[in-house]
């Protein structure tokens, strides 16, 4: 049969962190937009299950669940969904009406897809009621190295559901008589997955999940790991909730770049290299940027970073400079938001000699490899509006320096970054133009590798090499830094 027409939804901050509250996963990739920003997707995503249990709503709304019982239940997730996207529904039954096939699409994309199996309305057992669950922040730090330890996990979580959070939440779901179980069966596992087993550094692949022969209360679900396949980092979990059992699957992926911190750099580095350089690193506060300001620390330049939201971030740096008599200051700037007043009078009395540009957004591939105008605007609003902006402000009497990172995928076209490779070509044009004004101007554009960042951190795929070599090059022919001897 045809799809039915398709119904939408948004699922905002808000709705995270109570879905979180209700669930009792608060991996940060779902509901901290701050320490998202160092994970795979470079923004928080919406919690696998949310988009299930938000799809199940919308059928529970349109009377589709009314008087029939879930005799299955399986979903994959294909792509996340970031915070505040909409995703329209697509229901597809088959001719007999008992199972359907959902997907959820953004921008034309099917991001998960689950199928639903459903019989006649049967009795559901009880869920017992709880408190909200508190924030909390004791997620295991990492996934355990050792195959037969990674097999040997296994222990249990609360099956209970917190009545005015899930009715605030899914309204529909609550006149539904298999809703309260459903719903406490699922949330346990996203809590197994984010916050015990794989537990921080982790993606939610899939389920498989069936009624139970004889559905019984229960106070906790119990799970065990019973495969794990380290070529793609994935491992299988078998679970037993009140009404549904069955397993999922999911990744543990790579954790957070940790760059070098400026006591190791400053081994590395001439002392005075670069005396004498006022520079503004424009997001310094993490990534190949943190990088470049250490190494200028080590060198000895009086170095101003620059973060948009982690502010966290950027006082660690600071810290590091203050322990090694270096001197380095921080600023709020966003490039993604035209730059204040105050702001650019602040730069244009700074003094810069130099300025290091690495803001940068999440980069992803774009929704099915076509085109993007939003997304496109989006890139072109940092690396050409804010990079005009930037220069503009800092440029004194004396030509600035200007560095300006580009990428090695403006050599070969690769399908899915139009919008990021036609941006950064943008601020390639934007930096020649700049430098017919010789006077105001010298301006430095390398296209830089692959490298390893919280951008290219993945838990598939080749390795990225190691930034420092690479930006000791850079920098040693963009204004003199040298390595020591």
Not at 279 to 303: D, F, N, P, Q
Not at 441 to 469: C, I, W
């Amino acid at each position: 049969m045809t799809a039915a027409p398709a119904a939408g939804f948004v699922i905002q901050p808000e709705d995270s962190a109570a879905f979180a509250r209700l669930s009792g996963d608060f991996n940060p990739l779902h509901v901290d937009e701050v320490a998202a920003r160092r994970l795979q997707f470079g923004g928080t995503v919406c919690h696998g299950v949310h988009l299930v249990l938000q799809a199940l709503e919308t059928l529970a709304r349109s009377g589709a669940l009314q008087g029939r019982s879930l005799q299955a239940l399986s979903a994959v997730f294909h792509q996340p969904v970031h915070t505040g996207m909409a995703v329209q529904l697509s229901v597809t039954p088959d001719t007999a009406g008992a199972r359907s096939k959902i997907a959820g699409v953004v921008d034309g994309r099917a991001q998960f897809t689950a199928q639903l199996t459903l019989g006649p309305d049967a009795p559901a057992p009880a869920v017992a009621e709880a408190e909200p669950e508190p924030a909390c922040t004791a997620l295991s730090p990492s996934f355990p190295a050792d195959a037969a330890a990674q097999l040997a996990l296994a222990g249990d979580v609360p099956l209970r559901v917190n009545t005015a959070l899930f009715e605030q939440l899914f309204p529909a779901l609550v006149a539904w008589s298999d809703g309260r179980a459903v719903a406490a069966d699922l949330m346990a596992s996203t809590r197994i997955v984010g916050m015990r087993c794989p537990g921080l550094h982790s993606i939610y692949s899939e389920f498989k999940l069936q009624r139970r022969a004889a559905p019984e209360p229960a106070a906790a679900m119990p799970y065990s790991v019973a495969r794990v396949d380290p070529r793609f980092r994935k491992l299988r979990v078998t679970l037993q909730g009140v009404l549904l059992e069955g397993l999922f699957e999911a990744f543990f992926r790579a954790p957070p770049v940790a760059q070098r911190t400026l006591a190791e750099v400053a081994t590395l580095t001439r002392p005075g290299c670069v005396a004498g350089q006022r520079a503004l690193v424009v997001g310094g506060s993490r990534g190949l940027g943190e990088l470049v300001a250490k190494m200028l620390l080590a060198g000895g330049a009086e170095v101003t970073i620059t973060y948009s939201r982690g502010q966290a971030d950027a006082e660690r740096t600071l810290a590091q400079a203050d322990a090694h008599g270096a001197a380095c200051r921080a600023l709020q700037l966003d490039a993604a938001a035209p730059l204040p007043a105050q702001t650019s009078a602040a730069l244009a009395q700074a003094g810069f000699t130099h300025v290091y540009y690495f803001a940068t957004p999440a980069i992803g591939r774009s929704a099915g490899g076509g085109w993007s105008q939003t997304l496109f605007e989006s890139y072109c609003r940092i690396y050409v509006a804010g990079l005009a902006e930037v220069a503009r402000a800092a440029a004194g009497a004396a030509p600035l320096h200007l560095f300006y990172p580009s990428t090695v995928f403006l050599d070969a076209a690769e399908k899915g970054f139009a919008e990021y490779c036609a941006a950064k070509a943008a601020g390639e044009t934007l930096c020649d133009h700049l430098a017919l004004d010789a006077a105001r101007f010298t301006v430095h554009r390398p296209r830089l590798p692959r490298m390893k960042t919280d951008q290219n951190s993945s838990f598939l795929g080749p390795e990225a090499d190691d930034p420092y070599p690479t930006m000791a090059r850079m920098l040693q022919a963009f204004c003199g830094w040298q390595a020591a001897h």
